[in-house]
């Protein structure tokens, strides 16, 4: 057995420095044909400094790049496919066909604010979260419809020695993917698994309605209930470190979402409230640039928790208005 993973195809780790928050993003290399690259970080100089360097220490340079698959289409994972893929000869680029945040063009900022202005955000905050977005769009540039082919869930993506199948684990993002190396049950998860953090479940328009939102969290539990199914020995994260226990992990971050909840459910006065007014009891001290975030959060906890009969919610004045049920 081990004779045999060790001739199996090898996945390299490069870690990318990215201007955001989080730190660095790590993307991985499968360095055999055809040579493949999981995620690309952000468009800075730094960060394909880095990538060069790491494909150099492979024996490798962009230009041998034949395969670029984005787990999601946030810019720290998908920023730099555009130049990677020109400076690679029109190398394949693969992301989910639910994904948005690599198109032309996407600004899909109508749905959102909509979205935002349903949440109780209030104006001057939808305009604030909006620069926000503005200014880490720079980190990504844009791919053209037919630059991008489709990531399947449960196909089967070959290389020489090996192969990755393809695990749709919508949650972090609606089309958010993971890739399996069942030979050592090994997951490459992007923001679907992250170490030390519980990942944000990102407000977004359902892919099939738009004018819904997506259920992010209940989709999110799906997936890590998936990636449980695995019994995974080693999960690859997207930040941080490896995690070589998975169930560990997915037991801590359902007590997590589980605490959150009731936080939540406990901050609602007694006359309702917004997610918005509810993300800034809950999350007080969050800056401009994580606001989005925090309501992001909140509202996809509330939904869930209304989704499982926890909560009361009625629409006034354009906003939804989350109550407590009398029994609580
Ligand atoms: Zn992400
Ligand atoms: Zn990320």
Redesign the pocket.
């Known amino acids: 057995m081990s004779q045999w993973l060790n001739d199996s195809m090898k996945i390299i780790p490069i870690s990318l420095p990215t201007p ?1 928050y ?1 730190g660095t ?1 790590n993307v991985y290399l499968i360095a055999e044909d055809p040579i493949t690259i999981i995620d690309t970080g952000p468009k800075t100089k730094e960060a394909v400094e880095a990538l060069r360097a790491g494909l150099r220490q492979a024996g490798l340079a962009v230009s041998d790049l034949r395969r670029i698959l984005l787990t ?1 289409a ?1 810019e ?2 998908c920023g730099m496919a555009r130049a990677l893929r020109d400076e690679a000869k029109d190398a394949e680029v693969l992301v989910h066909g639910w994904e948005t945040g690599h198109r032309a063009g996407r600004l899909e900022y109508e749905e959102h604010r909509q979205l935002l202005v349903r949440a109780g955000v209030p104006p001057d905050e939808v305009e604030a979260m909006r620069a926000v977005y503005d200014d880490v769009r720079q980190y990504a540039d844009s791919l053209e419809e037919d630059h991008v082919g489709e990531l399947r869930d449960n196909a089967e993506l070959e290389f020489e020695t090996g192969a990755l199948r393809v695990v749709h684990t919508p949650g972090h993002t609606p089309g958010s993917c993971s890739f399996l190396r069942e030979a050592d049950r090994t997951v490459i998860a ?2 679907c698994v992250l170490k030390r953090i519980t990942p944000n479940p990102i407000l977004s328009p359902d892919p099939i309605d738009r004018s819904r939102r997506f259920r992010s969290l209940a989709e999110y539990l799906v997936s890590l209930a998936r990636v449980r199914s695995f019994s995974p020995t080693l999960v690859l994260g ?2 941080g470190d490896p995690v070589h226990d998975f169930e560990e992990l997915f037991n801590r971050y359902l007590r997590a979402i589980r605490e959150r909840q009731s936080k939540m459910i406990r901050l609602i006065p007694r006359n309702g409230a917004t997610a918005w007014e509810i993300s800034r009891a809950m999350f007080p001290d969050t800056d401009d640039v994580h606001r989005f975030l925090a309501v992001s959060e909140t509202v996809a906890h509330l939904d869930y928790a209304h989704s499982e009969g926890k909560l009361a919610m009625e629409i006034g004045d354009g906003r939804e208005v989350y109550r407590k049920l009398a029994a609580d």
């Open positions: 955001f989080i993003v999601h946030h720290d994972h992007g923001d997207g930040h």
